[in-house]
């Protein structure tokens, strides 16, 4: 089991994480969710990212050029000389990478939460069309788009059977496009994103705000599973998505899930950041079911997403034998940010972050509390 153990950086005095194959990181905002997930990539990708930021004439001096170009401008003080972290027993020195001349492929595919902040009308920029106080993930992420989408041919290429068929009314084109397709098309010698509703080619910025929060992601899971002929993908072993809730319905959410459930089955390891309770919702039931029969298993998974008992079993055949953590971040004093592991997700637990999971729980708790005393019959 791979593990990351990070102190003292940023506003986190203790993370230690254990990942799963799916594993779940909830907390209040400002507790270093994103920086502890972008410190894991550019341990990961140290090669990958120093090169990259060379190639694009970033010149590199010391630690502090180093953590502006990957963190944001501003950030360097991220690091002081009590910073530790350790993935798989290896140190990582942050000062080791200034020198570094050895390209590498990614292994971390990095979906960031600002995601909506790729696209420019329709079209996802260039690594070289952010200013440079963005920080590395977006830049990086919004280039992969680009590249994928300039090997993908024109005209329609989302009403794919796959989609169209998967689950019937219960997936990600009907929960967020409703019935229309997506089309590629070419405008000044760019290629751009529209919504196609009948006769009609809806521009980017047209379409609802959902639609345009969704787009990017459903391009980065689509990038992870094209057919091989449209995009050379590198070696990628990891998925890490920042806050896939953002701007969608519940149920777009589960459609959403069952996105994240396929890549898993592909063999990626997958690390979800979320303030939704859809997600751990899901990781409580597999909890609590999972030593029931292969069978009995795979029909409850089924009824929990809305599908007939014998629809989509191999989509949750393999869900009994992966490992999903679960971790909560939050300041437990003045020193700062501590991750607890709540995997166990008890609902009768005496540590409240395990029972109320990580504050998701509470306020449904509080409401069925309320109910229950106030209630006249």
């Known amino acids: 089991m791979d593990k990351l153990n990070v ?29 502890f997930l972008e410190l894991f990539k550019l341990i990961v990708d140290k090669n990958n990212i120093v090169s990259t930021l060379k190639k694009n004439n970033l010149v590199i001096k010391d630690r502090n050029d180093l953590i502006d170009c990957y963190f944001g401008k501003g950030l360097s003080s991220l690091f002081n000389s009590n910073t530790k972290a350790i993935f798989n027993k290896k140190d990582f020195d942050i000062d080791s990478l200034i020198d570094l001349n050895r390209s590498a492929e990614e292994k971390i595919f ?28 977006l830049r990086s992420f919004s280039e992969n788009l680009r590249l994928f989408i300039q090997d993908m041919p024109f005209d329609i290429f989302f009403s794919i059977d796959r989609y169209k068929n998967f689950g019937g009314k219960n997936n990600v084109l009907h929960s967020i496009f409703n019935e229309a397709d997506i089309e590629l098309h070419l405008n000044n010698f760019k290629r751009e994103l529209k919504l196609k509703v009948g006769d009609m080619s809806i521009p980017f910025m047209a379409w609802s705000a959902g639609q345009k929060e969704f787009m990017p992601l459903f391009l980065a899971f689509y990038s992870l599973i094209a057919p091989t002929n449209l995009i050379k993908r590198p070696d990628y072993k990891w998925v890490i998505v920042e806050e896939p809730e953002m701007g969608l319905h519940p149920k777009a959410i589960e459609s959403v ?39 009995t298993f795979r029909k409850a998974m089924c009824e929990l997403f809305g599908y ?36 166990s997700l008890d609902a009768s637990n005496d540590n409240i972050d395990i029972s109320e999971w990580g504050g998701l729980s509470s306020f449904a708790g509080r409401a069925s509390d309320v109910v229950s005393k106030y209630i006249v019959g």
């Open 7 to 35: 102190s003292n950086f940023g506003p986190i005095k203790e993370a230690n994480v254990a990942f799963g194959d799916l594993t779940f990181i909830v907390g209040p905002q400002a507790t270093g969710k994103s920086l």
């Open 110 to 137: 990095y979906i960031p939460a600002q995601r909506i902040m790729s696209f420019d009308d329709g079209s996802p920029k260039g690594f070289i069309n952010f200013n440079l106080s963005t920080p590395y993930i």
């Open 308 to 343: 007939e008992p014998d629809s989509a079993i191999d989509l949750f055949d393999n869900i009994k034998k992966k490992s999903i953590k679960t971790y909560f971040s939050a300041k437990s004093n003045a020193d700062g940010v501590v991750f607890t592991d709540i995997s």
């Open 257 to 295: 899930l069952l996105e994240i459930i396929d890549l898993m089955n592909r063999g990626y390891k997958i690390v979800v950041s979320t303030h939704s309770s859809t997600f751990l919702d899901f990781a409580w039931t597999v909890n609590c079911i999972k030593k029931n029969d292969d069978d």
